[in-house]
Structures are given as C-alpha cells and as structure tokens.
C-alpha cells in the first residue's frame, strides 16, 4: 500500500477515526454521514476515496480506502434480480443440454448398435459367399458401399481363381502327356541299346541316339520353361543387362532362326530405321523372348507365310512381328500371354508346355516394357513389343 501511496483509515458509528495506517494530515478525524458521502462521490483534491462498512461482532464500522487520483476508481452497481434469474435461465440450460446429449447417446448408440450388427451380419455373409446388397441408409452409408465393393471383388477374385485352378488343372495333365512323351522313346531305345544279346548296325545305333537325344531336349526345354516363369513370376531370376546395339541384335537372332533345318528358306524380312540403335537389355532373356515370337509366327503358319519385323528406335525401341498367315479367334488372342494355355485350333496340333508366350510376358515386363498383340482371324497376327 505504502508502495502505491494508499492509505486506510476505520471509522466507529459515530465517525471517528478509530483507528488508520499511512492517513494523510491533511485528512480529518471525525465525519459527518453527508461528508462521507460526499467524500465517497467526490474524493479530495489529491486523493479519491471508497467508502463501504463492515460488520464485526455486532459493532458497525466504515473504512474509508485513499489512492492517489493517478489511480481510476471504477464502481459497478449489480441488480440482484436480474443476477437471481439469470442464475435461474443458465440452469436450466445447463440441465436441458444435458438431457439432450443423454437423449442423443442413447438415440446413437440404438443406431450404432443396430448398424453393427448388419455390418457384422454382412461381413459374415461375405466370408460365406452369400452376400446380398443391404438397404443403404444415410448414416454409414460409405460403408454399405464399401461393403458391396469389398463384396464384388472377392467374388470377382473368385471366379479368378476358379479359372486359374482349371487351368492348371489342364496344364498339369498336358505337362505330365508331354513329358511321357519324350520319357517313352528314350526308354525304349535305351532299353534296345543296352541289351547285350542284340547285334545292332553302328548306323541304326547313331540314329537311335540321335532319337534318345531329341527327346531329351524336348524333356529338359519344358523342365527349364517350367523353372523359368516361376523364377520371373517370383523375382528370383536377377536380370544382367547390358548396353548392347538392339538393331544388330536382332538381325543375329533372325538369322539364327532361318539357319535352322525347320525354318531354312521361310520369307521373313527385317527392317530398322537405325543401324545404331542401343538399349539396355538383358541379352539371354531377350533373345528368347524375340526367337519364341518369331517361331510361333512361323510354326503356326503355312509355309508360304510372311513374317515382317519391324525395329522402330526413335523414341525408345519399338519391336514389330507381324504375319499373313493364319490369325486367331477372340478366345486364342485373350488368352495368349496365360501361363498354360494352349490354342484351341482344330487344324494345328497344340505343342509345348503352353508357358511360351507367358514367359515372353514376363521377360518384357521385367525390362520395364509392355507387349500386346492384335490379331484377325484369316489376315494375320501383329505382335508389338516396347522398352523404355
């Protein structure tokens, strides 16, 4: 109080000063009830003063506290009234709020509940594939319809599976027929051979070698396709690319192709927009994937079939094998690239291990590229390959 220049100063009920601490000189000692009430509104001319009093054990007091006019004094008067009803309005507020949120936990959690056990019913029936749309209402609606997609794709994953299972199926008999193939010739020419009572001409033993031999590739090529489109399919198979001329590239393996026996004298051309062209590219895994191509072009085709290949290297490599020769039916060109498919033509006989084209997939996706086919039953087949 010292500090801030206060001082206090304690009246009896007559208006003497009984007792003050820090009270000015110039102050008086005893008032009159109008000079307190004047000194109330009015202060003095170096102080401004509030006035109140107090009870203490049955005897009333005034006190009277001074603080320099430096200081503003601000008097709030409050309407009793007003404040008692006000007081009675925040109550009952306060107690309707209340009586709402408990009227709206409980509307909630019936709903809650309720939708809980449809969406509990429904992820049931999903799980036993007898799924029906539910009747969607505003709340959750989002997941209603998650429901219902989450339910399409299962049965779409479904059907998915069934379809791979079957061909797999198929694939596995037609894999163990190939196999027994090769198996049954090789035994039996190993079996003549062995014999060490039968006189065999050295010129018939090179051709039953040669026989055993044939077959013993034909056995180990489908072991090794098998091998290899799990390794793709599985990132196991680590690609070594290199940096390579893709023009000359490809010139070498169809050359490759037309020294064979099977192939010699076949009318397939090769055309390149660049001598100089280059990519990166694992060279063993491409190369089997061009040579399967260009084969099928020419195994599934007559004789007298054209194959043109085109390399386009101006923005990227773009790969080209288009014939004349046969074509396919719809069924044929949506099932090329899956694994164990075989050709449903009536006029060809199916051969291989139905993984060829698959593994040509899998090849050209693992070089970042894409592949795609079109094909006209009667006109021919166009196959197109792109790396980046």
């Given at each position: 109080?010292?500090?801030?220049?206060?001082?206090?100063?304690?009246?009896?009920?007559?208006?003497?000063?009984?007792?003050?601490?820090?009270?000015?000189?110039?102050?008086?000692?005893?008032?009159?009830?109008?000079?307190?009430?004047?000194?109330?509104?009015?202060?003095?001319?170096?102080?401004?003063?509030?006035?109140?009093?107090?009870?203490?054990?049955?005897?009333?007091?005034?006190?009277?506290?001074?603080?320099?006019?430096?200081?503003?004094?601000?008097?709030?008067?409050?309407?009793?009234?007003?404040?008692?009803?006000?007081?009675?309005?925040?109550?009952?507020?306060?107690?309707?709020?209340?009586?709402?949120?408990?009227?709206?936990?409980?509307?909630?959690?019936?709903?809650?509940?309720?939708?809980?056990?449809?969406?509990?019913?429904?992820?049931?029936?999903?799980?036993?594939?007898?799924?029906?749309?539910?009747?969607?209402?505003?709340?959750?609606?989002?997941?209603?319809?998650?429901?219902?997609?989450?339910?399409?794709?299962?049965?779409?994953?479904?059907?998915?599976?069934?379809?791979?299972?079957?061909?797999?199926?198929?694939?596995?008999?037609?894999?163990?027929?190939?196999?027994?193939?090769?198996?049954?010739?090789?035994?039996?020419?190993?079996?003549?051979?062995?014999?060490?009572?039968?006189?065999?001409?050295?010129?018939?033993?090179r051709e039953y070698g040669a026989i055993i031999l044939k077959n013993t590739l034909y056995a180990e090529q489908l072991v090794n396709d098998l091998k290899l489109t799990y390794q793709l399919q599985s990132n196991m198979f680590p690609l070594k690319k290199e940096l390579l001329n893709?023009?000359?590239?490809?010139?070498?393996?169809?050359?490759?192709?037309?020294?064979?026996?099977?192939?010699?004298?076949?009318?397939?051309?090769?055309?390149?927009?660049?001598?100089?062209?280059?990519?990166?590219?694992?060279?063993?895994?491409?190369?089997?994937?061009?040579?399967?191509?260009?084969?099928?072009?020419?195994?599934?085709?007559?004789?007298?079939?054209?194959?043109?290949?085109?390399?386009?290297?101006?923005?990227?490599?773009?790969?080209?094998?288009?014939?004349?020769?046969?074509?396919?039916?719809?069924?044929?060109?949506?099932?090329?690239?899956?694994?164990?498919?075989?050709?449903?033509?009536?006029?060809?006989?199916?051969?291989?291990?139905?993984?060829?084209?698959?593994?040509?997939?899998?090849?050209?996706?693992a070089h970042g590229g894409v592949i795609h086919a079109k094909s006209i039953q009667g006109i021919g087949t166009t196959i197109t390959i792109v790396l980046p």
């Amino acid at each position: 109080m010292a500090k801030n220049g206060l001082w206090i100063q304690i009246l009896d009920a007559t208006g003497r000063d009984v007792c003050n601490y820090d009270k000015p000189s110039t102050v008086s000692n005893t008032y009159q009830p109008y000079e307190l009430l004047n000194l109330y509104q009015n202060g003095t001319d170096q102080y401004s003063v509030f006035v109140n009093s107090v009870d203490v054990r049955d005897t009333s007091y005034s006190y009277l506290i001074g603080f320099p006019l430096s200081i503003s004094k601000l008097v709030m008067y409050v309407d009793t009234d007003r404040y008692n009803s006000g007081k009675t309005l925040i109550a009952a507020t306060v107690i309707l709020t209340i009586v709402l949120i408990i009227a709206l936990a409980v509307f909630y959690n019936v709903v809650i509940s309720k939708s809980y056990e449809k969406i509990r019913a429904s992820l049931g029936s999903i799980a036993s594939r007898t799924y029906k749309p539910v009747s969607k209402h505003r709340f959750l609606m989002e997941i209603y319809e998650g429901l219902d997609v989450l339910n399409h794709d299962i049965a779409l994953a479904d059907q998915q599976r069934e379809k791979d299972t079957k061909a797999r199926e198929e694939w596995l008999a037609n894999i163990t027929h190939d196999l027994k193939t090769p198996l049954a010739p090789i035994r039996g020419y190993a079996e003549l051979l062995s014999e060490t009572n039968t006189n065999i001409p050295s010129e018939l033993s090179r051709e039953y070698g040669a026989i055993i031999l044939k077959n013993t590739l034909y056995a180990e090529q489908l072991v090794n396709d098998l091998k290899l489109t799990y390794q793709l399919q599985s990132n196991m198979f680590p690609l070594k690319k290199e940096l390579l001329n893709i023009t000359r590239f490809v010139k070498e393996v169809v050359i490759d192709i037309l020294n064979t026996p099977d192939f010699g004298g076949r009318d397939v051309s090769f055309i390149a927009n660049s001598e100089e062209a280059t990519c990166l590219f694992d060279p063993l895994l491409l190369r089997r994937a061009i040579t399967n191509i260009i084969v099928n072009a020419l195994t599934h085709n007559d004789p007298g079939t054209e194959v043109r290949i085109t390399l386009d290297a101006d923005n990227g490599v773009k790969l080209t094998v288009a014939d004349n020769g046969n074509g396919m039916m719809e069924q044929e060109l949506g099932n090329l690239f899956t694994r164990y498919y075989r050709g449903t033509s009536t006029e060809i006989k199916a051969e291989g291990s139905g993984l060829g084209m698959a593994i040509v997939k899998q090849i050209v996706e693992a070089h970042g590229g894409v592949i795609h086919a079109k094909s006209i039953q009667g006109i021919g087949t166009t196959i197109t390959i792109v790396l980046p």
